[in-house]
Structure formats: structure tokens, C-alpha cells
């Protein structure tokens, strides 16, 4: 299942960017993919590249439900190229993007909300 729109319309930006600075690095899917996983794992307490690889191989079952991770879950080396190559700016400018939709979308809910499908956010 490919990642949905949301999270792809946010880095769209540093997306763009990343092409001209690094040409080497998967534009679409995988990036799509290192982002999503850099971010759950960080949520998850990574504190590194490692920590983040291993995140992602700890849970690539799951992760595979709703990413395409057409050429499995990246190396630690791939997630700091990645990361590297995209514009610094216009990274935290998709982040923020990314988490204002989700608290607008967490706006006018009532009581305890859980993220239950996660290709809604992501």
C-alpha cells in the first residue's frame, strides 16, 4: 500500500530541493518511506540513525501494512544521506505543515481521539 497524500503534500517542498542536492537518493517512495519511519521511530524514542534503522526493522511488518517499502527498510547510512540532502528549511516547514493538519484535524473531536488508521495521517 503506497503512503497516502497527507504526509507527501507536506515535505513536498523539501522533496523538490532534495533532487537538485543529492540525486542519488530515491525522490518518491522511499524518501516518502525514510520520512514516516525517521518520524515514528523518533516518536518511539530513536535518538540516532541506527536507532531509527532499528525501529524499522523491529517493525517491518507493521510499517509494511500501510508504507511500500519496495526495497525493505533503509540503512542507518541511507536515512543520514536522506536527511542530509533535504532542505533544512523547507524540512521543519513540512513538519510543521504536517502537525498543524493534524491538530486541525484533532479540532472539534470530543473526548479521547486515537489515531486508528494510520494512512490518514500519514
Not at 57 to 79: M, R, V, Y
Not at 84 to 91: E, I, R, S, Y
Not at 92 to 110: D, K, N, P
Request: overall charge negative; hydrophobic content about 45%.
Amino acid at each position: 500500500m503506497a503512503l497516502s497524500e497527507p504526509l507527501k503534500k507536506h515535505w513536498k517542498n523539501a522533496l523538490g530541493k532534495s533532487q537538485t542536492r543529492e540525486s542519488n537518493i530515491c525522490v518518491d517512495t522511499c524518501l516518502n518511506d525514510i520520512i514516516a519511519i525517521a518520524l515514528l521511530a523518533v516518536l518511539a524514542s530513536a535518538e540516532g540513525w541506527e536507532d531509527i534503522e532499528i525501529y524499522g526493522q523491529g517493525k517491518q511488518e507493521w510499517l509494511g501494512t500501510f508504507l511500500e517499502l519496495a526495497n525493505g527498510i533503509p540503512s542507518h547510512d541511507k536515512f543520514a544521506r536522506v536527511f542530509t540532502a533535504l532542505d533544512p528549511q523547507a524540512n521543519e516547514e513540512g513538519f510543521q505543515t504536517w502537525v498543524a493538519m493534524l491538530a486541525q484535524a484533532r479540532l472539534g473531536t470530543s473526548g479521547c481521539h486515537r489515531w486508528e488508521n494510520l494512512k490518514t495521517i500519514l
